[in-house]
């Protein structure tokens, strides 16, 4: 039986620049696999930092296409196959169109990263390198499998399964997602940038761990704000509504992390279970 072992925070922060938090960023941990859940700035360096390597990642799962969400995907996706010795599984990658655009727009025969691959897969000191790591020549091309999803698509991962729905955020510019995983004796469901909603609320009904993007505190929200992201009494009403036993909260600017006690002190006022406010690097067992 699979179970899954825990979630990470990699990346816990907005798009401001900060040591401490930016972009998003977490992974799921199961017996098989490495997931990770949007691939924001510097993720593969907090992946490196909490001890795992980009090629130890099976699968990538996107919300949406704004950058603090998936800029560093070119990173993430060139260190795992360079660290290939050619016999690794393709990544596999999931999200809201134009995902295969993308990447074909990046790593495809004609992407803005031909150079660098054509070099590698070329040069004899590259053909070195990959040989004393146990790769055979010729050296192998990148490999992935990238699916572009609709809301409610269900990702059978062999012992657990992703699924999706759509949630306001962006739209009509872009489409944006949550994801729900599930596993025998346990659910974790990520929001993404989101405000609550049918399709939302319907999603994460009875998840154990809910992490939820929250910018800020509920009465600092302002109207224009509270029609793309999530209050802090938002996610704790959601939370309760759901049933979930812990929420998490991610996204966070440095004012609500300054001002966490008080508003972990709100948020109980709605909601009895676990809060965490994310430090980049934690890892909760699930």
């Not at 699968?59 to 998936?70: A, G, K, N, Y």
């Not at 596993?183 to 009875?206: H, I, M, N, P, Y």
Request: with cysteine; proline share 6%.
């Amino acid at each position: 039986m699979i179970t899954l072992a825990n979630v990470q925070i990699l990346r816990a922060g907005t798009p401001g620049p900060s040591s401490e938090r930016w972009g998003t960023s977490f992974l799921l941990e199961t017996d098989d696999n490495l997931i990770m859940i949007d691939c924001g700035h510097a993720a593969t360096q907090r992946l490196i930092d909490a001890g795992r390597q980009p090629r130890e990642v099976s699968h990538l799962f996107v919300t949406h296409h704004h950058s603090d969400h998936i800029v560093d995907y070119p990173c993430l996706f060139l260190a795992r196959w360079n660290q290939s010795t050619g016999g690794d599984p393709p990544l596999r990658v999931f999200g809201p169109r134009p995902i295969e655009e993308m990447t074909e727009q990046l790593f495809g025969e004609n992407g803005v990263f031909r150079q660098d691959i054509t070099a590698r897969i070329n040069h004899p000191a590259s053909q070195h390198s990959h040989s004393r790591r146990g790769g055979e020549l010729p050296r192998p091309g990148p490999r992935y499998e990238v699916r572009g999803v609709e809301p409610g698509a269900v990702v059978d991962g062999g012992g657990w399964t992703a699924r999706c729905a759509e949630v306001q955020h962006m739209q009509p510019w872009m489409t944006c997602l949550a994801w729900r995983f599930d596993w025998k004796g346990g659910s974790c469901a990520f929001t993404g940038d989101a405000v609550r909603g049918e399709q939302l609320t319907g999603l994460v009904d009875g998840v154990d761990t809910l992490v939820a993007n929250v910018v800020l505190r509920q009465d600092r929200l302002s109207d224009v704000m509270a029609t793309c992201i999530l209050g802090t009494t938002d996610a704790a009403e959601m939370a309760r509504d759901a049933g979930a036993a812990r929420l998490v909260l991610a996204h966070l600017t440095p004012g609500l992390f300054r001002d966490r006690e008080e508003a972990a002190a709100e948020m109980a006022e709605v909601y009895d279970g676990e809060i965490i406010f994310s430090e980049e690097l934690i890892s909760l067992p699930v």
